[in-house]
């Protein structure tokens, strides 16, 4: 007979059962550094953007849906894999959006984005931008070969590792965010530019974004040794 | 004795002298596409960012200017390179910074800017978006493996090639650009997202923006043995 437990130890947090590892690969850069990888092999599901696919399957892995205008996925992987695959023709989304809201729509709450970065810096530019879109509709995290992205849309404490890079970006350039627990403190700056939130570093295990209204993207540099939550 | 030149044919526009060739290497991912390494074997002189300096010898090449808090330089290299280093330890600079402001200082007015993407996404950010700030002092472009960057702060006709990939950002959200010869023409739009003006098209061999007061970041893919001005 299974032991009760008691109340007070039962846990009060998070679903009752855990949500589903769901990661959508972009194609951008495959990931090479090893917490994206494990994200990668640790999946329920991986979501493919279009050619994206090709680069998964080369890489031993299989996909869940392909998803995209797919032109960019061969007639071998379109044979193979023709009862997963999603076509969105939509001209004004990329892929990722397609794929971010085709898990909105099927009642995923929860993802990771990965290979959203490298090659073309525009793409780059793009895709960690539209993690602000998404963020109010499912929490998605980017990871990335050097670090996390990850957009908040309040006021947060966020775990760290003394010395750990933080570079902040706002879209939204009237924002003003106050910090504590960083090497470098802001005191009620504005992020007018894309570049005054960067090179700042992380002093204790965790640090604190204080702001009114807005969302901030938080990029978080791995640690060595330590594991990325 | 050397012929008397027409008048009718003499030069009428650009310096009696061309502009030496300048290029600033970042630390980012050191050039492999033939843009960007041509320009980088063809420079009068190379202005290495710190570390930079060390992928730059390690490519056969020599630097001009090592500059930075040159923490990232190998003590053989200081040592080897002991004239030509400038020590900046300024900490509200990063050392692309660092490296554009020298060459404004000793009066040069255009550079080619090298390895600033790549590695670490909140550094391409950063580096992309300096752009703005240094194009009132200097006529800068930044080249990638993929494109180039360079920032306008009035209405423009640029050189373009049909099919050549556009993306355009804005460090304002409330600037609002009108475009001729572009795919997906920009009527009035406010660039208030920076996935808002990726993925365009040229579709001839000048496209036009056109736009009040602020800048406008163009990104504009290479093509395929097509040159880059």
Redesign the interface.
């Known amino acids: 007979m299974t032991p009760k437990i008691p109340a007070s130890t039962a846990p009060v947090r998070g679903p009752a059962t855990p949500a589903a590892k769901i990661v959508i690969l972009a194609n951008g850069t495959f990931p090479t550094h090893p917490v994206p990888l494990v994200r990668l092999h640790d999946a329920d599901m991986i979501i493919c953007c279009d050619g994206a696919a090709e680069k998964l399957v080369a890489n031993g892995l299989e996909p869940g849906i392909i998803i995209g205008d797919l032109d960019s996925v061969s007639p071998e992987l379109k044979e193979r894999y023709g009862n997963i695959l999603v076509q969105d023709t939509d001209?004004d989304t990329?892929d990722l959006t397609k794929a971010v809201n085709w898990c909105i729509a099927v009642g995923i709450r929860e993802v990771t984005i990965l290979g959203a970065?490298?090659?073309?810096?525009?793409?780059?530019?793009?895709?960690?931008?539209?993690l602000?879109?998404y963020s109010a509709r499912i929490d998605a995290v980017m990871l990335?070969d050097?670090?996390s992205?990850r957009v908040y849309d309040h006021s947060v404490t966020i775990d760290s590792h003394p010395g750990q890079?933080v570079?902040l970006?706002s879209?939204?350039?009237s924002l003003k965010v106050t910090s504590s627990g960083l090497k470098?403190p802001l005191d009620d700056l504005t992020l007018?530019?894309?570049?005054r939130g960067?090179?700042n570093e992380a002093i204790a295990n965790t640090f604190s974004l204080n702001f009114n209204s807005g969302k901030v993207i938080v990029?978080l540099?791995y640690c060595q040794g330590v594991n990325l939550k």
Chains 1, 2 share one sequence.
């Open positions: 001209q990329n970065t490298g090659i073309r810096e525009d793409h780059t530019l793009g895709n960690i931008s539209l602000a879109d990335t050097t670090g992205f890079q570079s970006f879209i939204d350039p470098y007018h530019s894309w570049w960067t090179l990029f540099g």
